[in-house]
């Protein structure tokens, strides 16, 4: 029972830190300018501040904090066990709020996280060391684990931070893995992983509400978080696949492979990393070297918001854990499991990314129809999510927000509304885009003159159906 209680106040205690501390961090980073700007490449119209993973630790450690005094005042053994994942944290935190603020080159960046992983190893006494029957391979030499470890170590670290791209999509998978690894540790009674992961969550709520539903109130994870998180994710990565984890027994007891079920967790932020950095390096760039080639961003670019598309990737990553389980259940072998999960995650990751783009860039039937159904997945003028907007504002309700940029006249605003999207119907730019409809028509007449903006379907009498803007 006392688990259950250690668990519930560090939640508790985590919850309500974050939502003590997140109005006092959101001032500091607007009035400290720290915020991340638009350009080419970020879909967001105005600048966001970027200290939103700051809040989420603050939350974390407090949580963390309170299920540690409690195991020493009932059981009067001090909490060592998380120590290096939790100065791990610490050094991503900052070197993700270096990068946040001062810019960071991805090399440096390449050698903390490798440096801080590989200090993670033997700072723990834990790594990658045994595939738990998998091929027939148990315990393996840590002349091969270590980097194995590092290497998937660094991976994961880097698909956390690449996946944040759309409100809610980063937090809410986090949530989602974070509950997924909580429930198995709680199972073995591995209580301080446990406590970890639902301290997470419940960091993470706050943070997911202001940044999905708020306005003014409305926070980016920034590098600092996201490195944070994927460190974390890490952990839980190693906690659930070293020689020694006790998730093995009941892992072996229920016919599961823990490398599949590790992998099924994470599946849509490590495949979509992976694809991406396949692409990159295919055509002569570097694997870090950001752009527009994410599952998110196909989706953006069909018009579809980001609440819907946060929901597509997380019910994807959702079905794919589903497989793997089904397949567990029906007793396939631990390698057949791993199988299933890679397939299952290059088809619906992979193949659905390239799918979407062929259709993208043939503008046919079926990225008109997606088009218009993206239209449909904008609920921000319901009155429900006005209404939940209001909530998660009302600290900021009298105050003038210097960051509002949907006030913008004719053409900026006009730009702003294309930007992004693959194609966009007049008709919407219409309702949606708060230009005057005789504007409207003027612009992009303008516009399509001067090859700023490409007609892509016209009606019958010639005037422009759908369009594009030509993004240089």
């Not at 791990?88 to 070197?95: N, P």
């Not at 490798?114 to 700072?123: P, R």
């Not at 429930?183 to 209580?191: G, P, R």
């Not at 294309?418 to 992009?444: N, T």
Request: with cysteine; glycine share 8%; charged share 20%.
């Amino acid at each position: 029972m006392l688990k259950y209680f250690q668990i519930v106040l560090a939640s508790f205690v985590a919850f309500f830190a974050v939502k003590w501390a997140y109005f006092k961090i959101l001032k500091i980073a607007k009035d400290s300018h720290i915020v991340d700007n638009p350009d080419s490449r970020k879909l967001q119209r105005r600048p966001i501040p970027v200290l939103g993973g700051i809040a989420v630790f603050f939350g974390l450690i407090a949580g963390i904090l309170a299920g540690a005094s409690l195991t020493y005042l009932m059981n009067g053994i001090p909490e060592r066990y998380l120590a290096p994942v939790l100065c791990a944290s610490v050094i991503m935190i900052y070197t993700g709020a270096m990068d946040d603020i001062l810019g960071l080159s991805p090399k440096v960046r390449f050698l903390i996280e490798f440096f801080t992983v590989l200090a993670l190893i033997y700072g723990s006494g834990a790594c990658i060391d045994s595939f738990h029957g998998l091929w027939g391979i148990e315990e393996f030499s840590w002349w091969y684990a270590v980097p194995l470890t590092l290497f998937a170590g660094v991976g994961i670290i880097n698909a956390i931070n690449m996946i944040d791209g759309v409100n809610g999509l980063c937090s809410g998978l986090c949530v989602v893995c974070s509950i997924m690894f909580g429930v198995m540790f709680l199972k073995v009674d591995d209580i301080p992983n446990a406590v970890l992961a639902f301290s997470l969550v419940a960091s993470v709520l706050p943070f997911w509400f202001h940044n999905v539903f708020g306005k003014k109130s409305r926070m980016f994870l920034g590098d600092a978080g996201t490195m944070m998180i994927g460190i974390i994710m890490v952990w839980f990565t190693i906690s659930a696949l070293r020689s020694d984890s006790s998730v093995h027994l009941m892992a072996v007891h229920k016919n599961s492979s823990m490398i599949a079920m590790t992998l099924a967790i994470l599946s849509v932020p490590v495949f979509d990393t992976i694809r991406v950095m396949m692409l990159r390096i295919f055509h002569g760039k570097s694997p870090f070297f950001p752009d527009k080639n994410h599952l998110h961003h196909v989706f953006i670019r069909a018009g579809v918001s980001h609440s819907v598309t946060t929901i597509i990737e997380i019910s994807i990553n959702l079905m794919i854990v589903a497989i793997w389980a089904l397949s567990a259940k029906l007793h396939a072998g631990t390698d057949v499991q791993l199988y299933i999960v890679v397939l299952t995650s290059v088809l619906l990751v992979w193949g659905l990314f390239f799918f979407l783009r062929i259709h993208e860039k043939k503008h046919t039937s079926f990225m008109h129809r997606l088009t218009k159904f993206g239209v449909k997945s904008h609920f921000g003028h319901t009155e429900t999510w006005l209404r939940l907007e209001g909530i998660m504002d009302a600290p900021l309700a009298d105050e003038q927000d210097s960051f509002d940029g949907d006030e913008l006249p004719g053409r900026r605003q006009l730009a702003d509304f294309l930007k992004g999207k693959a194609e966009v119907f007049v008709s919407d730019i219409k309702k949606r885009s708060g230009v005057d409809s005789e504007q409207v028509d003027a612009i992009v007449r303008e516009g399509v003159e001067s090859g700023a903006i490409r007609v892509v379907r016209a009606l019958e009498d010639g005037s422009p159906d759908i369009i594009t803007l030509i993004e240089e």
